[in-house]
């Protein structure tokens, strides 16, 4: 007895799992990955099998309601089940695990209906043959539709590590969707479409949930979109905000260097009668002028001398020794955001750790970027006498040490990932080393 139902589970669970595939890609697995995915895999299946045979004990007639609602809360226990194991096996929240699963349900509904309404119209509620049942509907069509959701909606996110699995609104249409999709599939008609009016109402049934679908996930991806957009217009505004303050400065520099310009012929003469004390002084006032201006960073993209200001200025007041040579031509393929972004979280990685260093002429920090030969070359270098962990080649953080919080370091990665390039993080001779190494575009 429990045999034919839990055939017809295992079918929707190949289905769901293939659907929801495109949406793990995501997501990185966890340390000691095959022992985890093995062992969520087998709770699952049991939770599965412990269920089903729960809902076969359940009276056999118990009213019209009561057998809907048995039938929702049966798929939703496993949907809740298959997050749990999604989050137990990737290095994501409770939260992104439900979303790839409620993601992958909704177009796995899309599959299925599909494949009922393809069924309906070809047999028209006769028997189908074995081969065609299995491989081309129960497992072909969810397949194809997997995959044309992939590289039609989700690819660009995931290849650019900007899907927001864990944002709230993308999460709660995740849910709704999800909702809709298990309260429809508990009411629907028993699929037939023998005659003519059964095949129409067939129709308009399926074809209504699987435009409900898309359009939820339509709506998803267009979350998606904003959430990137809200990102870039946040480091975009403080660019903004870090220009006029190099304007300023720059504006304040040039009226020090005008000032004292205007006064060097009076200096001249006064510096013969001043004494050696008061002489050293007049030229010392001279040089700190000149040595402001110098100090505002040129490499040839806006972006790249926002951030060198930035953490210049703050390199001084805490004591840092800061250099830096940079050809901010090569970096013209990128954009400004991932830019600001990639070169400010280095360096604040950089700067937060050297800060830890009692001694201030440890306190150093190299930062260069060139060419070398048809690859961007980036490497941020500073003193560490901490001692740094790292997991598959990862710095990891603790409570107790701040210096490489993980968000930084990820966004370092993924940004260089996103431009078909690689990041390298690594201890040597107690020095903390980032290298990022992208392809220069040909046209670029």
């Not at 040129?298 to 210049?312: A, F, H, P, Q, Y």
Request: aromatic share 12%; with cysteine; proline share 4%.
């Amino acid at each position: 007895m429990l045999l034919v139902p839990l055939r017809m589970v295992g079918l929707f669970l190949v289905q769901l799992f293939v659907c929801e595939t495109p949406f793990l890609f995501g997501f990185k697995p966890r340390k000691n990955f095959p022992v985890r995915a093995l062992a969520a895999v087998s709770c699952f299946l049991l939770s599965v099998v412990g269920i089903t045979w729960l809902r076969l004990l359940c009276p056999r007639n118990p009213g019209y309601v009561l057998s809907h609602l048995l039938g929702i809360a049966y798929f939703v226990a496993i949907i809740i089940l298959n997050a749990l194991a999604v989050w137990r096996v990737c290095d994501t929240s409770l939260r992104g695990a439900l979303f790839a699963v409620a993601s992958g349900y909704s177009i796995e509904h899309i599959a299925s209906r599909l494949s009922y309404l393809v069924q309906a119209w070809v047999y028209h509620g006769g028997e189908m043959p074995p081969f065609e049942e299995f491989f081309v509907f129960d497992f072909a069509i969810p397949v194809v539709i997997s995959l044309t959701f992939y590289f039609t909606l989700i690819l660009k996110g995931i290849v650019r590590k900007t899907m927001p699995f864990n944002d709230s609104k993308v999460l709660a249409v995740s849910i709704v969707n999800l909702f809709i999709c298990i309260v429809v599939s508990s009411f629907e008609q028993v699929r037939g479409g023998e005659t003519v009016p059964e095949l129409m109402s067939l129709s308009v049934h399926y074809l209504c949930a699987i435009l409900g679908c898309t359009l939820c996930l339509l709506l998803q991806v267009g979350y998606f979109k904003e959430s990137e957009l809200d990102e870039k217009n946040r480091l975009l505004f403080q660019m903004l905000r870090m220009e006029r303050e190099k304007y300023r400065l720059s504006q304040e520099t040039i009226d020090i260097i005008n000032r004292k310009c205007h006064d060097l012929r009076h200096q001249v003469r006064m510096l013969e009668q001043q004494t050696p004390e008061e002489r050293s002084k007049s030229l010392r006032s001279i040089t700190d002028a000149i040595h402001i201006y110098d100090s505002l960073p040129s490499t040839g993209n806006r972006s790249i001398d926002l951030v060198l200001m930035e953490k210049k200025l703050l390199c001084d007041k805490y004591n840092i020794n800061f250099t830096y040579l940079v050809d901010g031509s090569k970096f013209s393929f990128m954009d400004e955001a991932d830019i600001y972004a990639m070169l400010g979280n280095m360096l604040e990685n950089a700067m937060e750790c050297v800060e830890q260093e009692p001694d201030a002429e440890r306190r150093i920090i190299t930062f260069q970027a060139r060419a070398r030969g048809d690859m961007l070359y980036i490497s941020m270098e500073n003193y560490c006498a901490l001692q740094v962990s790292f997991e598959d080649g990862i710095p990891t953080t603790s409570k107790d040490d701040k210096a490489f919080h993980g968000f930084g370091v990820q966004s370092i990665l993924h940004i260089a990932e996103s431009y078909g390039g690689n990041a390298r993080f690594f201890l040597e001779n107690q020095y903390f080393i980032v290298e990022v190494l992208i392809p220069i575009p040909s046209q670029a």
